[in-house]
């Protein structure tokens, strides 16, 4: 994990115009990109991510999903949809972004990636990279939030969509071995990042002693041996709903909306929202720049 580390942290020192591109900036983009990410898989993250999107769409918000599992996508599994397209088709010149863009429940959009689409992205030629970042530039004009949802774990793919992100939320559960790896996602953006904003949620806890208990642990241990500020949001109960809604493929947001879980989600979108903005430092286009910039620098390595 130490030579991981190393290795990200000498590719991320390279990212200052990392693809040589001029790429246009939009004078007054609103748009906010939020990456959630575990450091292990089980916690419910991709649940978490498409009920967030829910929540922030019914409040007006004009919401984009972006399922960046490019090994076990799920997010269209959750939301009972069956891409035709990914992200895939995208970068092998197959179809254009916006032609494999969802338009899924409660107006929210999902752009789906597929097996193998961050090798495809570090592959492109510098026009198809080009073109592509100005597809970006349409989808970020187009959106208020953007939610990124990553794979689980601290694998070099993950770590790549988590360390580009400007903002991050990070899921977990009250149990040990989630907690151990969700302070390793902590350390690892700590070192690769300046500033980094982190956001914990705490999913299926007990009752809310429980699941205070394991945030604030988190809290404690960031400031005390990293001199790290981040922030605990709350918590989402164990809820029968929920793992009825997952079985049926239809977010709990949507299907039993007043169970509890639903009504902590709400309340953690809000909280999401109101939260510290980095919306002057990033955007999907530097977004994607930085990852593109980690994978390609690896493999010419």
């Known amino acids: 994990m130490q030579d991981q580390a190393e290795r990200l942290r000498q590719l991320v020192g390279r990212l200052n115009n990392p693809l040589g591109l001029e790429t246009p900036k939009p004078a007054s983009s609103q748009c906010r990109v939020m990456t959630v990410t575990s450091g292990k898989g089980g916690v419910g993250k991709t649940n ?5 999107a829910l929540a922030m769409a019914a409040r007006g918000k004009n919401v984009l999903l972006f ?10 599994v959750m939301l009972g949809m069956i891409p035709q397209y990914t992200l895939l088709n995208v970068l092998n010149g197959q179809k254009s972004l916006s032609e494999i863009v969802l338009e899924g429940p409660g107006g929210i959009r999902l752009v789906a990636s597929g097996s193998g689409g961050v090798q495809e992205l570090a592959d492109l030629n510098e026009g198809q990279r080009a073109k592509f970042l100005e597809a970006l530039l349409e989808l970020q004009n187009q959106s208020d939030v953007i939610l990124i ?15 580009a992100a400007e903002e991050v939320v990070i899921v977990t559960t009250p149990e040990p071995t989630a907690l151990m790896d969700a302070y390793g996602m902590i350390k690892i953006l700590f070192r690769e990042k300046h500033n980094p904003v982190i956001n914990i949620v705490v999913n299926m806890a007990a009752n809310q002693t429980e699941a205070d208990e394991a945030g604030k642990k ?20 164990r809820d029968p709903a929920m793992i009825k ?13 007043l169970c509890p879980a639903a009504v902590s989600m709400n309340r953690l979108a809000d909280m999401l929202m109101t939260g510290k903005d980095q919306r002057s430092e990033g955007n999907l286009i530097n977004f994607f720049k930085k990852v ?3 994978f390609g620098s690896k493999q010419r390595g």
């Not at 599992?69 to 269209?76: Q, Y």
């Not at 949802?149 to 360390?163: K, Y």
């Not at 809604?245 to 909306?257: D, I, M, N, W």
Request: charged letters at 20%.
């Open 48 to 52: 978490l991510s498409v009920n967030f």
């Open 67 to 76: 399922d960046a599992d490019m090994g076990l996508a799920n997010v269209d």
């Open 218 to 237: 988190l809290v404690i241990l960031s400031k005390r041996f990293l001199g790290l500020e981040i922030e605990y949001l709350g918590f989402v109960p």
């Open 245 to 257: 809604a997952v079985r049926e493929q239809k977010p709990v947001f949507l299907s039993a909306p």
């Open 292 to 294: 593109t910039q980690i």
């Open 149 to 163: 949802d990553t794979g689980a774990g601290l694998h070099r793919n993950v770590l790549a969509f988590v360390i």
